[in-house]
């Protein structure tokens, strides 16, 4: 196996959590979320997913302006 190499990105969030800082397991340039050992998975901030939710989360918002922000059931 060459060139097998881990992704290694740490969450962002590190309180005072005793897990310690587990990296990701995932290969490197893998897409979508990272996941370490304990099988817990995250997203990186400046990742294409993170931007294409924005996209979409913003396009929510500025459908509800432009519907005058009032639902109707
Ligand atoms: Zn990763």
Redesign the pocket.
């Known amino acids: 196996m060459s060139g097998d190499r881990l ?3 740490k969450r962002p969030d590190h309180r005072c959590t005793d897990g310690g800082h587990i990296p ?1 397991v ?1 290969r490197a340039g ?1 897409d979508g979320l ?2 370490d050992t304990l099988g817990l998975r995250w997203i ?1 901030r400046d990742s294409a997913l993170v931007e294409a939710l924005a996209i979409t989360f913003a396009g929510e918002q500025l459908r509800q302006l432009l519907d005058g922000g009032e639902q109707q059931p």
């Open positions: 992704c290694g990105s990701c995932l893998h990272h996941q990186d």
